[in-house]
DNA sequence: CGTATCCTAAGACAACTGTCGTCACGTCGT
DNA sequence: ACGACGTGACGACAGTTGTCTTAGGATACG
């Protein structure tokens, strides 16, 4: 049978991230944190998301309060790994560093992230293989 | 009437990848293209996925010969720039930083590329503002 | 208890995607 | 001239996404 793998569209992308932002949430409270952030969604919809969410087994709900509370059953880092993934794969021939160096080459980093990249890098090539004997 | 972005869904992208692969291509041609890669799609599809893409307006086509001939009408960096701010700014705060950091937290580098990263740190912070007089 | 509220469940619906089937048409070899 | 064949236009159809309406059940409060 073969289920097709878990996507998360956008509009359910932005619900998620209320949660991850608010640990856990109503279906209320999410519609209210969406509005703050400009989206005008009815009740229903953020609902139907919340659900789609559920079913795909991206986020749990549990009902001791009155109304369902939801939470997330992924981390944010999570799906940053699967979007990434998937973009080097379809536009970067699978090479991460060619996405990093269009990056780099596109948008200057700010102090703060430039050393932090070359702490990065210098750890990267001063010890080829820590693990080995 | 606001025309809603264009979109260039993942198996539209397939077939744009052979053109700017061929630089141009008869759906026949496409099709061949993409069975060696293992996508074993039919005539029909090919031609839909054309059509799509031109109607964007993302290839154009031309009938000089006995078949269609397409072309890209955009770059593979164009489409690259799109999907990536787009991921940015749902995934990483609108920080492209935050997504150099990531990959290279998780994916090391090869030589190479770490130079190349390296000689634009240089650059980048050697001289913050070339064009200021 | 009666009713104003809030909640969930169900389903509707158009647009977009993924994938084809076909039919009519021009072309090419014989 | 004729038939085999490649081509493109048209359209179909199910599944996904974006968004909402509404009916019906639980709750709370006078």
Redesign the pocket.
Known sequence: MAK?PV?I????LDVLKVLWDREKA???EVLESLRLVGR??????V???L?RLETKGVVTSDRSE???VYRPAITAHEVQQKRVKSLVEKLYQGEPGLLVLHLLKSHPLDAKQASEVRAILDDMTKMPDPNNA
Chains 1, 2 share one sequence.
Do not use: G, I, K, N
């Open positions: 097709r996507t569209p956008d509009s359910e109503t279906v209320r005008e969604w009815s009740y229903a919809t609902a139907t998301l659900d009155l109304a369902f």
